[in-house]
C-alpha cells in the first residue's frame, strides 16, 4: 500500500517561491505519475501539475509560468516549487498519486496548509 | 470559477438516496470516461470513491455508484447513513494540458 507524507513551509510571503516534497512509501515509485493538486478557500480542487519517474512534467496552463516540478528517484521523492506568490494562492496543497492509464488520484498525502501573508 | 459545475448542498435523511450531478463540456466530463468522485472530510486527505464514470474501488460501499449522460456526471448514494457526511468532487479528465479537471465540490448533509 502506497503512502505519501508531505512537508514544507506553511507561511509565505507576496513574491516568495512556495516549496513543498512529498515522499513515497510502500510502494513502486515507477508506477505512477505524480501530481500536485490544491484546495482554496471557498474554489474547491485544482490539479497544478504531474510528473513522472523520468522527470517529464504537464502542469495546469494557468499555473504553467510559476511551476516547476521535480522528482528524485534515489529518495522515491518529488517535489514542487511555484513562484512569485501571492494571497491567491493560499490553499491547502495535497501531492498524490496517479496510476498509469488511469486518470484518477489513487492515492493522496495528507495535505500542508499554505498561507501567503505579509 | 471550477471547470465542472457542482451544487454547493444537498441533503438527505438516514436511509434515504441522494444524487449530485458534476456538469461539464464536450472537452471533458463529455468526451471521456474518465469521471471520478472522491469524497473529502475535514482535516483527512481525499478519499475515492468512483472512477471511470461507475466504477468502485475495492472497500467502498455499494451505496455509492456513478453514471453519465452526455456532459453531466452523477453520484448516487443510497440508504444514507450519517457517516456519508462530507463534501464530494467530481473530477475529469479534459486533456494532457489540463489533465484532470474538478467541480467546486458539493456539502451532503445528513439531516
Known amino acids: 500500500q502506497v503512502q505519501l507524507q508531505q512537508w514544507g513551509p506553511g507561511l509565505l510571503k507576496p513574491s516568495e517561491t512556495l516549496s513543498l516534497t512529498c515522499g513515497v512509501y510502500?510502494?513502486?515509485?515507477?508506477?505512477?505519475?505524480w501530481t500536485w493538486i490544491r484546495q482554496t478557500p471557498g474554489k474547491g480542487l485544482e490539479w497544478i501539475g504531474k510528473?513522472?519517474?523520468?522527470?517529464?512534467?504537464t502542469s495546469n496552463p494557468a499555473l504553467r509560468s510559476r511551476v516547476t516540478m521535480s522528482v528524485d528517484t534515489s529518495k522515491n521523492q518529488f517535489s514542487l516549487k511555484l513562484s512569485s506568490v501571492t494571497a491567491a494562492d493560499t490553499a491547502l496543497y495535497y501531492c498524490?498519486?496517479?496510476?498509469?492509464?488511469?486518470?484518477?488520484?489513487?492515492?493522496w498525502g495528507k495535505g500542508t496548509t499554505v498561507t501567503v501573508s505579509s | 470559477q471550477s471547470a465542472l459545475t457542482q451544487p454547493a448542498s444537498v441533503s438527505g435523511s438516514p436511509g434515504q438516496s441522494i444524487t449530485i450531478s458534476c456538469t461539464g463540456t464536450?472537452?471533458?466530463?463529455?468526451?471521456?470516461?474518465?469521471v471520478s468522485w472522491y469524497q473529502h472530510l475535514p482535516g483527512k486527505a481525499p478519499r475515492l470513491v468512483i472512477y471511470?464514470?461507475?466504477e468502485r474501488p475495492s472497500g467502498v460501499s455499494d451505496r455509492f455508484s456513478g453514471s453519465k449522460s452526455g456532459n453531466t456526471a452523477s453520484l448516487a448514494v443510497s440508504r444514507l447513513q450519517p457517516e456519508d457526511e462530507a463534501d464530494y468532487y467530481c473530477?475529469?479528465?479534459?486533456?494532457?494540458?489540463?489533465?484532470?479537471?474538478f467541480g467546486g465540490g458539493t456539502k451532503l448533509t445528513v439531516l
Open positions: 498524490g498519486g496517479v496510476m498509469y492509464d488511469t486518470y484518477y488520484v489513487d492515492v
Open positions: 510502500g510502494g513502486s515509485f515507477r508506477h505512477f505519475y
Open positions: 510528473i513522472h519517474h523520468s522527470g517529464s512534467a
Open positions: 464536450n472537452n471533458d466530463v463529455g468526451a471521456f470516461n474518465f
Open positions: 471511470d464514470v461507475s
Open positions: 473530477s475529469s479528465h479534459a486533456s494532457e494540458n489540463s489533465f484532470l479537471v
